[in-house]
């Protein structure tokens, strides 16, 4: 069933295919607010997709506890004080049972107090700053890998598997937008602290940094303005001029990233290795195109090739299922910005089954009880959480374009269908 395009806000009816017990009970109403429109739109309607199908697929199979799911998604414009307040209202005014987390560190970072003030459980699909895990709220849980500052483990891990010692990038610039996601790389691959913006108070020295333990000297690092930059083609010079072998762009979005890799595209820029944290989704290959985008490294949490075994609706459902599912409902295969959002509705429909009730103190009892061995199962693969709220015993999965196609390339002996690393790059 396609579902009608929504001007502000909609809510997903949660009348497909339910058994006649689950038709007639109460539904269990379940709130998230999203960046339809602004900056953030194309992983805010692909987080609405995610939620959406879950919705669904959950409701055909009987809805959760007997009771359909009635999903309510608002748009926030990609601003954090919509975000606050549709978020108030979803509790205070529609009366939701529980809540699905935003897109972006940027809202996730103020929408988290409020969440926390009513003592609801907050999945997170998208908000890897480590200062919201250190706020002290204690039923944060993080549908990814680890805190951004901890990326670049896993960039470096690539160049470590693949590149001869010899031939490793001896130098580095950053670029990046001025953003909680971005900074929040940039300082775990410089080794910068990170503090409490309201206290000050540190948090995290992660010194020396990532880069710095692999023998990569940062030549060159500028930071853009979070709303309203075009002057790629003057960033991307001076990127060039730095001489810099390896480029690491750090962008708030999958359109940033189409810009900056154009304009290293038009100024003929010429590195051994590029790694951006945006760019794992279709319109980036569409919008810079498949020879501009060969030999780009990028993390993610999600990737098509990797095996993960999930459970839906308290059946078996692997990422091959819900790859099929996802294609046969919106006619395009899925990337991480659906499968995430989909991942925190099977956590939150494994918590209410588990706890037996949608009271959100005993759903986040159950969610913190799990364990690696007793984990929550999604096509991100299994979870279970630190006390502050982020995964235990996850690493990124490291995609490269290749020939048009984004390929899982580490890590390397965990699963099947990992391939080759490209390197060097050279040209956009």
């Given at each position: 069933?396609?579902?009608?395009?929504?001007?502000?806000?909609?809510?997903?009816?949660?009348?497909?295919?339910?058994?006649?017990?689950?038709?007639?009970?109460?539904?269990?109403?379940?709130?998230?607010?999203?960046?339809?429109?602004?900056?953030?739109?194309?992983?805010?309607?692909?987080?609405?997709?995610?939620?959406?199908?879950?919705?669904?697929?959950?409701?055909?199979?009987?809805?959760?506890?007997?009771?359909?799911?009635?999903?309510?998604?608002?748009?926030?414009?990609?601003?954090?004080?919509?975000?606050?307040?549709?978020?108030?209202?979803?509790?205070?005014?529609?009366?939701?049972?529980?809540?699905?987390?935003?897109?972006?560190?940027?809202?996730?970072?103020?929408?988290?107090?409020?969440?926390?003030?009513?003592?609801?459980?907050?999945?997170?699909?998208?908000?890897?700053?480590?200062?919201?895990?250190?706020?002290?709220?204690?039923?944060?849980?993080?549908?990814?890998?680890?805190?951004?500052?901890?990326?670049?483990?896993?960039?470096?891990?690539?160049?470590?598997?693949?590149?001869?010692?010899?031939?490793?990038?001896?130098?580095?610039?950053?670029?990046?937008?001025?953003?909680?996601?971005?900074?929040?790389?940039?300082?775990?691959?410089?080794?910068?602290?990170?503090?409490?913006?309201?206290?000050?108070?540190?948090?995290?020295?992660?010194?020396?940094?990532?880069?710095?333990?692999?023998?990569?000297?940062?030549?060159?690092?500028?930071?853009?303005?979070?709303?309203?930059?075009?002057?790629?083609?003057?960033?991307?010079?001076?990127?060039?001029?730095?001489?810099?072998?390896?480029?690491?762009?750090?962008?708030?979005?999958?359109?940033?990233?189409?810009?900056?890799?154009?304009?290293?595209?038009?100024?003929?820029?010429?590195?051994?290795?590029?790694?951006?944290?945006?760019?794992?989704?279709?319109?980036?290959?569409?919008?810079?195109?498949?020879?501009?985008?060969?030999?780009?490294?990028?993390?993610?949490?999600?990737?098509?090739?990797?095996?993960?075994?999930?459970?839906?609706?308290?059946?078996?459902?692997?990422?091959?299922?819900?790859?099929?599912?996802?294609?046969?409902?919106?006619?395009?295969?899925?990337?991480?910005?659906?499968?995430?959002?989909?991942?925190?509705?099977?956590?939150?429909?494994?918590?209410?089954?588990?706890?037996?009730?949608?009271?959100?103190?005993?759903?986040?009892?159950?969610?913190?009880?799990?364990?690696?061995?007793?984990?929550?199962q999604t096509v991100l693969g299994n979870f279970s959480w630190d006390e502050v709220g982020l995964p235990r015993e996850k690493s990124h999965v490291m995609t490269q374009w290749q020939g048009g196609e984004l390929k899982f390339v580490f890590p390397t002996g965990e699963f099947e269908g990992v391939v080759p690393f490209e390197f060097p790059k050279n040209t956009f």
């Amino acid at each position: 069933m396609r579902l009608a395009k929504f001007m502000a806000t909609t809510a997903v009816a949660a009348s497909m295919a339910i058994g006649a017990g689950a038709a007639s009970a109460q539904a269990i109403k379940i709130g998230a607010s999203l960046p339809i429109t602004g900056g953030l739109s194309v992983s805010g309607e692909k987080h609405r997709r995610g939620y959406e199908l879950c919705t669904k697929l959950i409701n055909e199979a009987g809805g959760i506890l007997g009771r359909p799911v009635e999903l309510l998604v608002s748009d926030n414009r990609s601003d954090p004080a919509t975000a606050i307040n549709q978020y108030e209202r979803f509790i205070n005014v529609d009366k939701v049972d529980a809540v699905y987390g935003t897109f972006s560190s940027r809202l996730t970072f103020p929408v988290a107090s409020i969440l926390s003030k009513y003592n609801m459980v907050h999945p997170i699909p998208s908000g890897g700053a480590l200062r919201i895990y250190e706020q002290g709220y204690k039923n944060l849980f993080y549908f990814q890998v680890n805190a951004a500052e901890y990326t670049g483990k896993d960039v470096v891990g690539v160049i470590n598997e693949y590149v001869a010692a010899d031939q490793k990038p001896k130098t580095a610039a950053i670029v990046h937008a001025e953003d909680f996601f971005a900074n929040a790389i940039a300082a775990g691959l410089m080794g910068e602290k990170v503090t409490d913006p309201a206290t000050n108070q540190e948090i995290a020295d992660l010194a020396p940094g990532y880069l710095k333990e692999a023998g990569i000297e940062v030549v060159m690092t500028e930071i853009w303005p979070e709303e309203g930059f075009n002057d790629w083609l003057n960033l991307a010079n001076s990127v060039k001029r730095s001489g810099a072998e390896m480029i690491i762009g750090l962008t708030a979005s999958a359109e940033e990233a189409v810009q900056l890799t154009r304009a290293f595209k038009t100024v003929g820029a010429t590195p051994k290795l590029v790694y951006l944290s945006q760019g794992a989704q279709n319109e980036y290959v569409e919008g810079v195109g498949a020879e501009a985008a060969e030999g780009v490294l990028i993390h993610t949490t999600w990737d098509g090739g990797v095996p993960f075994q999930g459970k839906l609706a308290g059946q078996p459902y692997s990422n091959a299922d819900f790859i099929a599912a996802f294609t046969a409902e919106y006619g395009v295969a899925p990337d991480e910005d659906s499968a995430i959002p989909f991942a925190v509705c099977q956590g939150i429909e494994q918590a209410i089954n588990g706890a037996g009730t949608t009271d959100n103190a005993k759903m986040g009892e159950w969610l913190h009880a799990r364990t690696p061995e007793d984990p929550v199962q999604t096509v991100l693969g299994n979870f279970s959480w630190d006390e502050v709220g982020l995964p235990r015993e996850k690493s990124h999965v490291m995609t490269q374009w290749q020939g048009g196609e984004l390929k899982f390339v580490f890590p390397t002996g965990e699963f099947e269908g990992v391939v080759p690393f490209e390197f060097p790059k050279n040209t956009f």
